[in-house]
């Protein structure tokens, strides 16, 4: 494995993202949405509810989760487009001529969607969080974020949560020729991550700390099995007598 | 340079390359002719390691195909323009031929100087900013040929260079095909252009899933149908065709006031005969070479007469 080489597939799709402004749109826009909407949804609840934000602290963790969901299902934008990308302009031919290697090809691509994918996640994490400070900080008497339960979720269970997503859309667009196709797959992510979330918000399962460490447990031994997929799956003789 | 050796591939049940033997030695331009669907691009596709080939072996060098060892070498030693260009649409051309540089751990200085001495001599150095998206055809055809130098590789394979590009276009493509024979590289090149072939190649292969015929333009061209020198006089009338039968006997025909004459070496023959003709009182006004094209060679194989 050369990391120069799939640095450079990276660097390279920085590139075209860079051109592409409906990329960078769909990555940021979702996140800071989320990240604005979320605090002004809690003082909706705490108006009309009349309880305290010392009531409300699950349910800032309850949102907090929603940024790993938002990690897991970014990658859709970019993931889908730099395999099936590749596919449509017909680039895969000459640069499977060039010593680049099959995993220098994924750990590549999954790294140029990965990168922009968490730093979205991030900025509209650090929205919510800066907001939710503004808004607690007279009742609480202390600044609520960040805090070791928002690290476990952020710095742990959001990047696995990524790298997941990331591997899940490489697997589709390998399989697909059309970034549509690719991202109405990718987008079926959404669904076990909500159960969770739906379960959290029930009562059914703790959305405390120690859930988080499990879940993220759980997706890095998926994200690693879809990792070694992807490998099997990018069959050189196939890419090219199929897609060019 | 390039050996194979029964070299052949399956697609399920259609057999696309069959038992393929051949041998291009360094610094030779080989041209592969075939009609469509003959198995020309599965060709070079098993010759640059692309698809695995179903039986018999190949070399490149002393490197074996489908030896994944071997393979990485071959890859540093083989450029490929491919049947469609491929570029990044969204990236520049120079972007373009600098991502490929780099996976050859090429300096960033040497990539700058390549970079600019093949656009320049292909006439694109002006457009090195511009996004290959906004390039013609041949324009985008001339980027994929640069970038499949960029690493200075010894054999290349070029997969129909010239196909759609406008006369003049096609010519500074060939005449860049010329330089880069007189550098000594070896050239595999796909063509449907039989003119093409003839100017460039020193020997072409006439492929339809089996090789059917590989040799010079020349000796394929004169294997056909030999060599006629066709001499035009102003009448024609027994003496005369006695004196040239006497040189060649039963290699002369007679058409109105020409003389058909089968020769095998014009430039030894073809003054005798003259002196022959003049002396038995003839008057020349014309002298002709007639030889097949490579044309006739190519349909007579390629339908089987
Ligand atoms: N991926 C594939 N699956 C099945 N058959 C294939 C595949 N690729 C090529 N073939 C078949 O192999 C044969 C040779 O195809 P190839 O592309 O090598 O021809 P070619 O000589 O390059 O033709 P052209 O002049 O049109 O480019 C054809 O019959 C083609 O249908
Ligand atoms: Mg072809």
Redesign the interface.
């Known amino acids: 494995m050369d990391f ?2 799939a640095w ?1 597939v990276v660097s ?1 799709d920085f ?2 993202f860079k ?2 402004r409906s990329i960078i749109y769909s990555l940021t826009i979702l996140p800071a949405a989320i990240g604005i909407a979320f605090p002004i949804i809690l003082i909706l609840i705490k108006n009309l509810s009349q309880s305290s934000y010392v009531a409300l602290l699950p349910a800032f963790n309850a949102l907090l989760f929603w940024f790993i969901i938002l990690a897991a299902i970014i990658p859709v934008a970019v993931a889908s487009y730099s395999i099936v990308g590749e596919k449509l ?12 290697t099959d995993g220098e090809i994924i750990l590549g691509k999954t790294l140029s969607a990965f990168i922009p994918s968490i730093l979205a996640t991030y900025l509209g994490a650090a929205v919510f969080m800066i907001f939710s400070d503004i808004i607690t900080f007279q009742q609480l008497g202390y600044i609520l974020y960040p805090n070791w339960t928002a690290a476990a979720f952020l710095l742990v269970a959001a990047p696995l949560a990524c790298i997941f997503g990331t591997e899940f859309n490489m697997l589709v667009s390998i399989r697909v020729n059309d970034p549509r196709t690719a991202q109405n797959y990718g987008g079926a992510l959404y669904l076990p991550l909500l159960v969770v979330f739906i379960l959290g918000e029930a009562g059914t399962i703790p959305l405390d700390t120690k859930t988080i460490l499990i879940f993220s447990g759980i997706l890095l031994v998926v994200a690693i099995i879809i990792f070694y997929i992807n490998k099997s799956l990018f069959q ?2 196939e890419i ?2 199929k897609y ?1 | 340079m390039i050996d194979a050796e029964n070299l052949t591939k399956k697609f399920d049940k259609i057999t696309a390359v069959d038992n393929l033997t051949l041998h291009i030695s360094e610094g030779e331009v080989f041209g592969f002719l075939g009609p469509n669907g003959a198995g020309k691009t599965t060709t070079v596709r098993m010759l640059a390691g692309l698809i695995s080939k179903t039986s018999g072996t190949a070399r490149i060098g002393e490197y074996d195909i489908g030896n994944n060892k071997d393979m990485q070498k071959i890859r540093r030693m083989i450029g490929l323009l491919p049947e469609n260009v491929g570029l990044y649409e969204n990236l520049s051309a120079y972007q373009n031929l600098d991502y490929y540089g780099r996976f050859y751990k090429i300096s960033k200085e040497q990539r700058r100087e390549r970079i600019e001495y093949f656009l320049k001599m292909l006439g694109l150095w002006d457009q090195k900013d511009l996004s290959a998206g906004k390039f013609s055809k041949g324009m985008k055809q001339k980027l994929a040929i640069a970038r499949a130098l960029i690493h200075d590789p010894q054999i290349l394979f070029l997969d129909e260079p010239t196909a759609n590009l406008d006369p003049e276009a096609a010519k500074t493509v060939r005449d860049f095909i010329l330089e880069l024979k007189r550098e000594n590289r070896t050239i595999f090149l796909n063509t449907h252009l039989l003119s093409e072939a003839e100017k460039l190649c020193d020997r072409v292969g006439i492929i339809k899933t089996k090789l059917l015929a590989v040799d010079t333009p020349k000796n394929l061209t004169q294997s056909l149908s030999g060599i006629k020198t066709v001499i035009q006089l102003e009448t024609i009338n027994d003496k005369i065709i006695m004196a040239v039968e006497k040189l060649k006997p039963g290699e002369v025909e007679v058409s109105d006031n020409k003389l058909v004459i089968n020769v095998t070496d014009p430039e030894l023959e073809n003054p005798d005969i003259l002196k022959a003709i003049e002396t038995a009182g003839g008057r020349v006004q014309l002298v002709n070479e007639v030889t097949s094209t490579l044309e006739d060679v190519y349909l007579k194989y390629v339908r089987g007469e």
């Open positions: 120069e080489n450079n390279k590139a075209i051109k592409k302009e017909k680039t895969l031919e000459p640069l499977l001529a060039t010593p680049l050189r003789e090219i007598t060019t």
